[in-house]
């Protein structure tokens, strides 16, 4: 079969996938989850075993110790995969909740009612547990899903959907509601993108290359999962001892991700006071500093930042460092250099918190927290697709809701239009 044809066949099958699981109960849903949840778990020395193959093949490429953590699972990432299977069975059933309703004067029931997206394709690279994530979640909202997975993380990622899709079959149902694109000829993503009689929405999930090569090539409405070039303003308000521990895990505790603090503002009347504690605790981590030159004058040993630095997902131990004159010129530059996933502040002041809120054009925007909190598991929402930085349909973590959509249910008893 050629490659036109083998794609078309999936975009179809998970169509008509797409409609059987409109009318799915919640009831099947939710156990059909658990088993997902119990079989990763039952099955993981499989996944495990594959997912060696992929870091091995990633570790004679010489890629970044970073991209190999994204790569990398483990029994506890495998467990985290299977709780995350868990929360969503939890959660509430979003399709059929009714949004809003309303009686007109000539007696019609208006219901804006919650229905799926319908066909959902997720093109994305590396980390493997957006495999199940995604197959969960586009599940439990009543979306069949395709999937395209990055070539370094095929084996896992085959390992997991082969041990999920052996549970809807087992619960007698359609093999179209999951789909994992298995070849890594890149013509598929460029036929795919042309389906937008089958596929409702396409969303990308990785490098900017990827994301732009999906926007400029698609006939299928994009929501976008774009760079994050997150910021952490720290005021001159701030509590100090906070602030370092908040930059130092936005940083440094998993810097390969999306919600990892890449550039940090500083207020010039405080510079003095934390620049070298923070630098200098950021250096026993290994992390390199890339500091404007009045960083550069209170630290020496850091290195000058260019223009570029500041445009930078690093998604590595690498940080840019900012002086600023006072808040307004910090937020100018997050609005500016940053890619509007997450930032934040730390401050003590609450008018400055407020107008940081209101100021800064990000999908998520704190006070007094880390960013690595942008995920939808932190917020409750279960596992996400990712984190949208677009404006419509969905931004920031995009969960059950984000991958619904609405109609319009009419109830009459005889009305016409005069």
Avoid at 75 to 96: F, N, T, V, W, Y
Avoid at 273 to 294: D, H, N, Q, T, Y
Avoid at 336 to 356: K, M, P, R
Wanted: net charge positive; aromatic share 6%.
């Amino acid at each position: 079969m050629n490659l036109n044809r083998e794609i078309l066949n999936i975009a179809q099958e998970a169509q008509r996938a797409s409609r059987f699981l409109a009318g799915v109960s919640s009831e099947i849903k939710n156990k059909v989850l658990f088993d997902m949840s119990k079989a990763l778990l039952e099955k993981k020395d499989l996944i495990l075993k594959a997912n060696k193959k992929d870091i091995s093949a990633a570790k004679k490429k010489g890629i970044t110790s970073a991209f190999v953590d994204r790569l990398r699972l483990d029994e506890r990432r495998i467990k985290e995969m299977s709780d995350s299977l868990l929360e969503l069975m939890r959660l509430s059933d979003p399709i059929g909740e009714v949004i809003k309703a309303w009686r007109r004067p000539n007696g019609l029931w208006i219901h804006k009612v919650r229905v799926p997206l319908g066909v959902v394709a997720i093109i994305y690279e590396s980390r493997p547990n957006v495999t199940s994530d995604c197959i969960g979640l586009c599940f439990k909202s009543g979306n069949s899903v395709i999937l395209r997975g990055g070539s370094e993380s095929l084996n896992s990622n085959l390992a997991i959907h082969q041990v999920l899709k052996e549970v809807f079959k087992e619960n007698a149902l359609p093999p179209g509601i999951a789909t994992l694109i298995d070849t890594n000829d890149r013509r598929a993503v460029d036929i795919l993108l042309r389906l937008d009689k089958f596929i409702d929405v396409v969303i990308p999930r990785g490098g900017e290359s990827l994301i732009h090569k999906v926007v400029s090539s698609s006939r299928i409405p994009v929501i976008k999962h774009y760079k994050g070039i997150c910021h952490i303003y720290v005021d001159e308000w701030a509590d100090l001892n906070m602030a370092e521990r908040i930059c130092f895990n936005a940083k440094v505790q998993r810097p390969g991700v999306c919600n990892a603090m890449e550039s940090m503002l500083v207020h010039k009347d405080i510079a003095v006071r934390f620049l070298p504690g923070m630098i200098k605790k950021f250096i026993s981590a290994g992390v390199e500093i890339r500091g404007c030159s009045l960083t550069k004058n209170i630290v020496p040993q850091v290195k000058i930042a260019t223009e570029k630095d500041y445009h930078t997902e690093y998604l590595d131990l690498i940080l840019s460092v900012r002086v600023v004159e006072d808040l307004k010129e910090a937020i100018e530059h997050i609005n500016f250099y940053g890619s509007h996933h997450s930032d934040a502040i730390v401050t003590d002041n609450y008018d400055n918190a407020l107008e940081f809120l209101r100021g800064v054009d990000s999908a998520c925007v704190y006070v007094n927290a880390s960013t690595r909190f942008t995920d939808g598991y932190q917020f409750g929402l279960g596992s996400e697709i990712g984190i949208s930085t677009d404006k419509l349909h969905a931004r920031g973590p995009m969960a059950l809701e984000e991958l619904t959509t609405y109609k319009y249910m009419v109830f009459g008893s005889g009305q016409i239009r005069e």
